[in-house]
């Protein structure tokens, strides 16, 4: 190839190239270090109600306040408003005018996970456990024989709530799904792989031993509540008013040799959560105000007073303007959004579901979805060009590491973000987030490269 076709071919062409490729050293040690902090983050809000208050403890340290409907804030004013301790939104006010428009970046901060039923604890076989009825996509077999820890709230017939966090700590004890020994799993292997292990299998073993001075007829079940009355004040029909989750008991870990990855549970979506956190931390004074949503109930559909098919989000627009003399609807009109969620990563062992020239790559950078959706884009955004054009420029403009991706091959499957729920409000959004390794398996992997690039994405956005 001659020098003119070799300087043509950079010129017009596109080629991606691994961010380790790219990026110096001191680059690299920056990705490193802030992934530090984004473990900690996973370790500490496996939930949605432990997310945000995290989030709001980051908050008031930087000088946010709670959001007081009325007020009318000015340029550099920071406020957070909490919707039923399960969904979060930051605002920092900017030096334009709300008549024309905010940023917004919105992420969810909820996982697949199993939720236990209200009336979860039996007896069988003298062996206690808690029936559980699991939320979100998830492939059920993969949630047993594993470590899980239990998280939440109870609240008892006095109104009065217990938080319960057990099998975080080393010396808490943890729970597990059992699954049958290979020897015995003749029939079971017969099933299709979604019905491996069936809904009503998820059964979570909490415990063996009975209580030794009772003629009760279920001495573990009532050992089991004795320990429970003892550490928490609770009998059996506070389960009926309970928010309890099992999530996986392990730690975020890096994963290979060089240390380039983050393993954890709960990658899905709380790495955007995460970035898109660190960004608006940072910002003082921007010119466009800028809001942050961390929502609830992505993984089942958005629904609910805590999901963002909910009001909350433009309720809090209008409550933000009004002291202002503006309509809610001129400022989302007028406003952009970056959805922040994941996408998916290729893996090559699995090669065949994804058309490997739009697919995201780990370690390729952050990666932007035009259009999410199943099949025909079916409950897709599918952004538009001139955003698109935006977006691309900031990226560029920014030096910030990134890419494109789809969902895996048009005919294989799909899935959606909250960007739909957002655009239906007028404003102009795309989704844009790290490749995920493992998505919504207990133990999903994300490189370190693409977690802090998605990070750069969100600061050039809140600049």
């Known amino acids: 190839m001659s020098e003119k076709e070799s ?12 961010g380790g490729l790219l990026m110096d050293d001191e680059t690299l040690q920056k990705a490193d270090q802030f992934c530090e902090e984004y473990k900690n983050f996973l370790n500490r809000g496996k939930t949605e109600r432990e997310a945000v208050e995290y989030i709001v403890a980051r908050a008031e340290q930087k000088g946010y306040k709670p959001f007081q409907p009325g007020v009318k804030y000015m340029p550099g004013d920071k406020v957070y408003f909490v919707n039923r301790d399960k969904s979060l939104i930051l605002a920092v006010m900017g030096q334009e005018p709300l008549e024309n428009g905010v940023k917004i970046m919105a992420s969810h901060i909820d996982s697949p996970r199993l939720d236990l039923k209200q009336v979860p604890l039996y007896e069988d076989a003298e062996l206690a456990l808690f029936k559980t ?13 594993i470590p899980l820890s239990l998280h939440g709230v109870i609240v008892k017939s ?20 059992t699954d049958l020994l290979p020897h015995l799993a003749d029939e079971q292997m017969k099933r299709p792989a979604p019905k491996l292990i069936q809904g ?10 009975p209580f030794k001075d009772d003629e009760a007829s279920e001495k573990v079940k009532l050992n089991i509540m004795r320990i429970l009355n003892e550490k928490y004040g609770i009998i059996e029909s506070d389960f009926l008013s309970a928010e309890l989750e099992a999530v996986p008991a392990f730690k975020a870990r890096d994963i290979g040799f060089d240390r380039s990855m983050v393993g954890s549970y709960g990658q ?11 960004a608006t931390l940072e910002a003082e004074n921007p010119h466009k105000t800028l809001v942050t949503i961390f929502a609830d109930k992505e993984e089942i559909g958005s629904n609910g007073a805590t999901g963002l098919k909910g009001a909350y989000l433009k309720y809090f627009i209008a409550d933000l303007a009004k002291p202002h003399g503006i309509e809610a609807r001129t ?26 020239k739009n697919s995201a790559y780990v370690n390729y950078g952050t990666v932007v979805l035009k259009y999410t959706g199943s099949r025909g884009k079916g409950g897709s955004n599918d952004a538009s060009a001139e955003f698109m054009g935006e977006v691309r420029k900031m990226l560029i403009d920014g030096d910030v590491l990134w890419q494109t991706s789809e969902l895996g091959k048009v005919d294989q499957g799909g899935g959606g ?10 404003v102009d959004t795309v989704d844009l987030g790290v490749p995920v ?27």
């Open 158 to 177: 006095d109104l009065s709530k217990v938080t319960v966090s057990i099998g975080e700590d080393e010396s808490d004890p943890v729970f597990c799904v």
């Open 268 to 278: 899905d979506d709380r790495v955007c959560a995460f970035t898109s956190l660190e």
């Open 7 to 18: 300087t043509l071919e950079k010129e017009l062409l596109m080629k991606k190239k691994n």
């Open 200 to 209: 009503e299998e998820l059964n979570l073993l909490i415990g063996s031993r």
């Open 417 to 426: 973000t909250v960007a739909a729920y957002i655009a239906e409000l007028d």
């Open 331 to 356: 400022v989302l009109s007028k406003s952009k959004c970056l959805s922040a969620d994941v996408g998916a990563a290729f893996d090559p062992t699995f090669p065949d579901v994804s058309e490997r």
């Open 133 to 145: 009825h699991y939320y979100g996509g998830i492939k059920k077999y993969q949630w047993t024989a």
């Open 437 to 463: 390794l493992s998505m919504h398996s207990p133990f999903e992997v994300t490189g370190k490269i693409d977690v802090y690039s998605t990070y750069r994405a969100f600061s050039e956005f809140a600049k």
